[in-house]
């Protein structure tokens, strides 16, 4: 990526921006290549998702996700290039475009600024082939025309310009003056009344015996097929009235600060939205950060009894078994990389707004030779969301579930052009299509499992999508 040494808010004039804009044109020509032009600026404060609200479009992609306890948010519209891939080197073809874009790439403004250049909002199905009738792909990475993103009190927009050597400048400056105009002086859209109002109507219906499921999962378990499989539910809820996703990510993200907010959407009117308590991976300054988490139970009625449903989660045997057997594959995935791994010996107690999980963070410094890319490779999909061994559980997934995952249990996240990036496992979600939803919730099944306890624990899961759902 090349940085010029701009700055476009000490220039900010029409005429300046058909200059720069016709600089960049005249080096596409010159290259026969097209550029991607990033304009990033510092504004006043901005809500990322009240942005995106009050310019969504059911016809555009877009890119949204917020970890609100630590005021981190980004999100991204339209589309400037974009990507898509499937099969077995997903993510090294991801990899290839992200380095052939950023090749060809002009950035100039607050580049170095936290969330500033461009960035590459991408989803990875929990599956490197989908069924027919899926509405994402396998692997979709794409650069927005605009992002907006808040790391604490600092705000960045940023633009994002594909320039080729027949773009017509006029057009294109003017749509970027807009643009910057608009954000300098963001004014948030106020709800329709048919927007607000008493809670949605809506029925909930699910296919199969999920506790079958599970009893037919333990005997393979049983035969030595399997150590752990995870195993998912689907509902389907049907609304008397559209579901605006955005919408339901305010509910989300003011019931789970502690999570990723989170809303992809793929501009044909469908958005895979959630609140997903287990990040997969995050690189900042050359560290990588993973986590371990398995094993689940409920939260308490009041603090002691919280403390000893925390107390039995760290001495049952059959969730410390599931949570050591998550940890022990990332290290056998990611020691061959050249990581070396620091972790604690024993686990710790995550706790969330309706649900205790045990989680053991781990870290590295990355090599240079290693990019995030390459991680998430190694690591997708981890024994949290697919099983061991992962050859053999992910040939009994859909055999069993008898329903496509699509996004549910893949990979969504963001990656710069530093080589940093965050990415997050796209469970306790839904896909939203209209006025109809499909609600996921799963759970590791391994050698002691009971199908009503598991049962329970996805109807635990469910909940705090539904109440989103069908929230007023």
């Not at 990332?330 to 990389?337: E, K, Q």
Request: with cysteine; charged share 25%.
């Amino acid at each position: 990526m090349t940085i010029l040494p701009l700055n476009p808010a000490a220039n900010a004039s029409p005429e300046a921006l058909r200059v720069f804009l016709a600089e960049c044109r005249d080096s596409a020509v010159q290259d026969r290549h097209d550029k991607l032009v990033s304009i990033s600026l510092a504004v006043d404060a901005l809500d990322p998702l009240a942005v995106l609200e009050s310019i969504f479009e059911p016809g555009e992609p877009h890119f949204y996700t917020e970890r609100p306890g630590i005021e981190s948010a980004i999100a991204g519209a339209e589309v400037a290039v974009a990507h898509e891939a499937d099969g077995a080197e997903r993510f090294i073809s991801a990899q290839r475009w992200m380095d052939e874009t950023l090749a060809h790439t002009v950035a100039v403004g607050d580049v170095a600024a936290p969330f500033g250049g461009p960035h590459f909002f991408a989803g990875f199905a929990f599956r490197d082939k989908i069924e027919a009738g899926e509405v994402f792909p396998a692997a979709r990475v794409f650069v927005p025309r605009w992002q907006v993103a808040r790391a604490g009190a600092t705000t960045t927009a940023v633009a994002n310009l594909l320039v080729t050597p027949e773009t017509d400048l006029a057009a294109l400056a003017e749509r970027v003056w807009r643009a910057h105009r608009k954000f300098s002086q963001f004014r948030y859209r106020e709800p329709l009344a048919a927007e607000v109002g008493a809670a949605p109507r809506a029925t909930t219906r699910e296919a199969g015996d999920y506790q079958a499921v599970v009893g037919r999962a333990l005997e393979r378990i049983a035969a030595g097929e399997l150590r752990k499989i995870v195993l998912a539910r689907a509902q389907d809820v049907a609304s008397d009235r559209p579901l605006h996703p955005l919408r339901l990510l305010n509910g989300l993200r003011q019931r789970f600060p502690d999570c990723y907010s989170f809303s992809f959407a793929n501009g044909r009117g469908q958005s895979f939205i959630g609140a997903s308590p287990e990040r997969l991976v995050r690189v900042s300054k050359g560290v990588l950060e993973t986590e371990a988490l398995a094993g689940s139970a409920r939260r308490g009625g009041g603090a002691s009894e919280d403390a000893a449903l925390a107390t039995a989660l760290l001495h049952s045997e059959k969730d410390l078994r599931e949570q050591r057997e998550v940890l022990d594959d990332i290290v056998a995935r990611l020691t061959p990389l050249g990581l070396a791994l620091e972790f604690s010996a024993r686990p710790q107690i995550r706790r969330l707004a309706n649900v205790q999980h045990l989680h053991t963070p781990v870290r590295a410094v990355l090599p240079a030779t290693v990019r995030l890319l390459d991680v998430l490779a190694a690591l997708h999909p981890t024994p949290a969301v697919g099983g061991s061994p992962r050859g053999a559980a992910l040939a009994r997934i859909r055999e069993l579930e008898g329903f496509p995952r699509g996004l549910y249990a893949g990979t969504l996240g963001w990656l710069n052009a530093r080589g940093g990036g965050e990415f997050f496992v796209g469970i306790r979600s839904a896909l939203v299509d209209g006025a109809t939803a499909r609600v996921y919730a799963g759970a590791g099944i391994v050698a002691g499992s009971a199908p009503e306890k598991e049962f329970a624990e996805t109807e635990l899961k469910f909940k705090a999508m539904l109440d989103a759902l069908l929230a007023p």
